[in-house]
């Protein structure tokens, strides 16, 4: 199994981005999806999560300035960041709780992707 995120980059304050997460693999079932993010100097901190029948979670910090959605069809999680700020900066992480056909189930991670808002 493979998370594999995309989307980020640079962007003034302000302005917004959209970042994705697919996953691929042997993969029977996905229950949750979900965006970390960790800043310079700081503890990896959870920003949204989704689950399979679309129940959401955010921190507080992002509340009304970011959407998660997913794509079960697609084993694909999306994060549309809207007025974002330089306190958002950051290397975003996806993870996701996959069962596999093995019978196994357990906490994926994919690679990091860039967040940079500055002027």
């Known amino acids: 199994v493979q998370l594999q995120a995309s989307g980020g980059g640079l962007v003034q304050p302000g302005g917004s981005l959209r970042l994705s997460c697919a996953a691929s693999g042997s993969i029977f079932s996905i229950r949750v999806m979900g965006w970390y993010r960790q800043a310079p100097g700081k503890q990896r901190e959870l920003v949204a999560a989704i689950t399979r029948g679309g129940s959401t979670n955010y921190a507080d910090s992002v509340k009304g300035r970011f959407t998660i959605s997913g794509d079960n069809a697609k084993n694909t999680v999306y994060l549309q960041m809207n007025s974002l700020e330089p306190e958002d900066t950051a290397v975003y992480y996806c993870?996701?709780?996959?069962?596999?056909?093995?019978?196994?189930?357990?906490?994926?991670w994919g690679g990091g992707t860039l967040v940079t808002v500055s002027s």
């Open positions: 993870n996701a709780d996959i069962r596999t056909y093995s019978g196994g189930s357990f906490l994926y």
